[in-house]
């Protein structure tokens, strides 16, 4: 977001902030003291907006003083900046007790869900922060309708190069690329001019994507996956790969991509080796549905109702568990399993032990089949067949922050990324919503 550089204007107002805190601070004398002036100096000395300040003697307050002063500032803007500035502040800042306090402080309700050793507590402490303050300031957030690009229904959506893109699959056949930094609410014509590329990409509709670096991977029932090249200004195909059955999902993971299909099986190719099917797995007893993995695992649900985990390096299912009601997408990733389901059920699994042994149920509030759900350390946003987005924070139970609603008909699919979030909808539509301060 918008604290991320030394030269930017809102670090500047940041450390103004620092200064204006340090003055209510009266109460403490500073006897070592020989400057008359207590506060921050900031100096241009470049056209760039470069500029040196003198921290006078914020860095003789005692620790507890620093630490409150820094907790009326934004975690990004303390962890990527401020602590860079002498080894007091970066010192002060890297104990990881102070964010989990800080985290923990945003709600009453116990976070993170499952105990987890290896969390990486600043930066679930961004991730909340900037979610909470997003979400729970809609005045805040700008909303773009992107219309006009597909004449059925958009059945997938996706994000790519830190919400700068996004792509649009359609049963028009049709993969769609917009170019979100082109969106301006002062500029009527912007939802066309952010419409840079459109391929009629299958013959039969488009169920999924995926990408990997500048490559995205699109799923159809025409039983073809195929490859395209993003870096260019137009979609490139760079490959395309013949099922027996429609590919209704895929993972694309630097050393393989992971493809399932509605024939029950799970297929491996090799994008090293010429995008060579080097494996398949027989795993379920109906279409899978819904994938994710790493480099460790391979997680698959279909409509047998089984989530089952893969595990790679042993050539095995390591887990499985049957559930009430299929599967019918999956986020995975920060040590947690977030699964939705057919009847609108929302289960969580803890992965960190790789024993995916400890399952919460949770009820997202919605009244239909969920379509999608992403998460990150920050918050979980859910989508359904009931035309609305729901905006989680992700603590146990679950609490609803926002409901959006302006789909006209069945969301079918959600996607978030760097602050911002995209939906797909049958009614032809993709939503964008992110602050009105995001920059790529």
Known sequence: MAAEGSTSGSNISQIEAVETVTDRVTSIELTESKESD????????????TYSYDLGQLTCLPPEIVQCILGYLEARFVLTTLSLICKTF???VKDDTTWMLRATKLSKKAYPIFTDENLDWPLAC?????FSEIWTNPDDIEHFYLT??????IDCVHLTHGGKFCFSGARDRCIQMWDLTKLDKDNLDCVDESQVSAVLAHKGWIWHMSSNDNRLCSSSWDCYLKIWD??????????????????LCSVFLDDILIAGSYDKRIYAYDPRDDWRATTKWHLHSGPVLCLAGDDKYIISGSEDRYVKVFDRRAGKVLVERKCKSFPMTLSYGYNQLWTGHKDGALTVTQTHSGLFDIVKKFDPGH???L???VHNLGGLCTCATDKKIKIHAPTDPIDTLHTLSDHKADVTGVAMQNNVLASAGGDT?????????WSA
């Open 38 to 49: 207590s506060d921050l100096s900031l100096t241009d000395v470049t056209d760039n907006s």
């Open 90 to 92: 970066y010192h002060l």
């Open 126 to 130: 961004i991730h909340r922060e900037e």
């Open 148 to 153: 006009g690009a597909h004449y059925a229904s």
């Open 230 to 247: 993003m870096a260019t200004a137009n979609l490139t195909e760079i490959n395309k790969l013949k099922g027996t059955s429609a590919f």
């Open 367 to 369: 009244t239909g089949k």
């Open 371 to 373: 379509t999608g759900v």
């Open 429 to 437: 539509s993709i939503n964008i919503w992110r602050p009105k301060t």
